[in-house]
């Protein structure tokens, strides 16, 4: 049994699972043919200590049921009952901390290749997760990976679809073992794509460049929250296009950005530096924006925060 500490139980299509027992057949189609979908969210405890908020919740619950939908797989619960699951499952927690949800729709048949068609199971867990400090404040050095990223009309990278990070640990296992701490990688045409599960920005001459949504990347939410702060709050420009693999090394600074990677500075790729292979000033700027945001300090945003317990 995967020891999780703080995670108590999960809930399944309704039903309160104790941890220990909340498995899956393995005659399951959603483990035969990694058929589910999923997101990765982020509660944030705020600046004042006193407050945890779910980051984006409403925009993540609403991907899930989108990447459910693709698949053909409709649970029986609506969008606004599960944002409401998670927040309980939080609140039930008592989680003093920063911590993650992760709710899955997946096949609830066994060994078909087509399930799921209605209902899709469905699930949440959530567990303590603290802000990647480390990562966050040093950077970290990229290679891109011989393995493409899925092209969008084989297997859309725009759906999470748990099959999808097969493609991902290829690529960062690749990149892992040659040293680098994580990849990068390019769609088929050669431009770059995403990471192994965040998006990429470039910083050249003062502008925010990102790959767009035809790169064959999932639209993150954190992608999108900075493409809206940096040019409302901010006044930086942000163009979405496609990026040449050769402008990265003609860049100022570059960075990843996604609920897990949250603002994460890229130093080098391949082992050339990305302007001077420190975190840049730029990225230094929208990352201490991010974090204000996230912690309740921006009040302008605090409709991107979901309450858990604290709020006045
Ligand atoms: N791309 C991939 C492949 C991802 O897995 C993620 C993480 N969900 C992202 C981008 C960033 O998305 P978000 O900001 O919505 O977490």
Request: proline share 4%; charged share 25%; hydrophobic share 35%.
């Amino acid at each position: 049994m995967l020891n999780v500490p703080g995670a108590k139980y999960v809930w399944i299509s309704g039903k309160i699972v104790e941890w220990e027992n909340a498995s899956i057949h393995v005659s399951s189609s959603a483990f035969l043919y990694g058929a589910g979908v999923f997101e990765g969210i982020r509660a944030y405890k705020s600046s004042n200590g006193n407050e945890l908020n779910v980051f984006q919740l409403d925009g993540h619950v609403k991907r899930l049921f989108e990447s459910g939908k693709a698949h053909r797989m409709y649970p029986s619960f609506t969008e606004k009952e599960i944002v409401e699951v998670c927040v309980n499952l939080l609140s039930d927690h008592k989680f003093k901390e920063d911590s993650y949800l992760r709710p899955l729709i997946y096949p609830g048949d066994h060994l078909q290749l087509l399930g799921g068609v209605p209902p899709g199971e469905i699930c949440v867990f959530t567990f303590p997760f603290l802000s990647r400090n480390e990562k966050v404040q040093n950077g970290v050095k990229l290679g891109v990976s011989a393995w493409r990223k899925i092209p969008g009309d084989a297997l859309p990278p725009r759906i999470k679809t748990c099959g999808n990070y097969v493609n991902s640990r290829l690529a960062r296992s690749q990149m892992k073992t040659a040293g680098f701490d994580d990849a990068l990688m390019l769609t088929k045409g050669g431009t770059i794509s995403e990471g192994t599960g965040s998006n990429l920005f470039i910083v050249k001459n003062g502008a925010l460049v990102t790959p767009d949504v035809t790169s064959d990347i999932l639209e993150g939410i954190t992608r999108n929250s900075i493409i809206e702060f940096a040019q409302n709050d901010l006044g930086l420009t942000v163009q979405e296009r496609k990026v040449a693999r050769s402008e990265l090394f003609a860049c100022d600074e570059a960075f990843q950005c996604g609920t897990v990677a949250e603002i994460m500075p890229v130093n080098s790729v391949d082992h050339i530096n990305i302007g001077d292979g420190k975190p840049g000033e730029i990225t230094r700027k929208l990352q201490e924006y991010f974090f204000k945001i996230v912690r309740g300090e921006i009040s302008k945003y605090r409709h991107w925060l979901t309450p858990v317990y604290g709020k006045k």
